[in-house]
Nanobody
Framework: QVQLVESGGGLVQAGGSLRLSCAVS????????MGWFHQAPGKEREFVAA????????YYTDSVKGRFTISRDNAKSTLYLQMNSLKPEDTGVYIC???????????????WGQGTQVTVSS
């Protein structure tokens, strides 16, 4: 059984930083590309970033380029999202997921975590 468990969310002031983690078990972590999604209150889940299984390719949505960095540690079966220069519009639940590809379509992702809440105050 695949499990993805996010952590690291919290309350931060605008301009601050957070580092999210996603611990994966039940699968060979290093075999799969992974991604982060953001679900703001009352909105659809939106793509944030993805990373290849080796970690050598990354892909970001335009709104986070230059502020967020996705990375992974295959030895620890953990995915990360470093979030800098946070804005109030970054508020929401951040969810990690496993994918075969590296696209931005949620339908391409097979397994999902429960998410971790990030709240950015102005």
């Amino acid at each position: 059984q695949v499990q993805l468990v996010e952590s690291g969310g919290g309350l931060v002031q605008a301009g601050g930083s957070l580092r999210l983690s996603c611990a994966v078990s039940g699968r060979t972590f290093s075999s799969y590309a992974m991604g982060w999604f953001h679900q703001a209150p009352g909105k659809e889940r939106e793509f944030v970033a993805a990373i290849s299984w080796r970690g050598d390719k990354t892909y970001y949505t335009d709104s986070v380029k230059g502020r967020f960095t996705i990375s992974r540690d295959n030895a620890k079966s953990t995915l990360y999202l470093q979030m800098n220069s946070l804005k109030p519009e970054d508020t929401g639940v951040y969810i990690c997921a496993i994918t075969i590809g590296m696209g931005d379509d949620p339908d391409d992702y097979n397994y999902w975590g429960q998410g971790t809440q990030v709240t950015v105050s102005s």
